[in-house]
């Protein structure tokens, strides 16, 4: 058993509200994570073939990128990493091919082929094939190689302005 001490901040629930999620909630694997780190509430999740859930990570765009770029300055902390893929439309997908984190306050994500343009605000998301089941209906933070437990939700209505719309989202969220 693991005691954690921390102090909770205050802070601005994404989803509005929750109205229907899978009983019991769901683990997700985080196995392939770098260093541990927080996957964010209305993060929406894929099954996986092993009976965890995969989380799709996104990193919101902070600069605007041009049509055709090829880098893409995101918030620090994503947990994506090179070998990743990030979705461009519902079936085609780039590969992230190299990751900056030598600035504090952002991170650089390069990709093999443009992602086409992003405001700041965007939102860039990892490539699964298949649709979403549910969202996560917290933040949860983690230690790298855990698996974690997460209510599901499959509907629920989103503040898209803390957890910006996704391309590839479970048919009963909405976002506003």
Do not use: C
């Not at 509907?155 to 803390?162: E, G, T």
Request: aromatic content about 6%.
């Amino acid at each position: 058993m693991r005691i954690e001490r921390f102090t909770e901040s205050r802070r601005i629930p994404a989803i509005y509200h929750k109205i229907a999620d899978l009983p019991a909630g769901v683990a997700i694997r985080t196995k392939d994570f770098p260093n541990g780190g927080h996957i964010p509430e209305a993060t929406p999740l894929y099954v996986g073939n092993d009976g965890l859930y995969n989380a799709a990570l996104s990193a919101k765009v902070v600069e605007t990128a041009a049509a055709d770029a090829v880098t893409y300055t995101v918030e620090k902390g994503s947990l994506l990493k090179v070998g990743d893929k990030l979705q461009k439309t519902k079936t085609v997908s780039v590969n992230i091919t190299g990751i900056d984190t030598t600035d504090p306050n952002k991170d650089v994500i390069t990709v093999d082929a443009t992602l086409g343009a992003k405001n700041a605000g965007d939102v860039v998301a990892q490539f699964y094939t298949g649709e979403p089941v549910a969202i996560t209906g917290e933040s949860v933070t983690f230690r790298q190689g855990d698996n974690v437990w997460v209510s599901a939700w499959v509907i629920a209505v989103v503040n898209k302005n803390i957890m910006p719309e996704p391309l590839s989202k479970p048919a009963g969220v909405l976002y506003v």
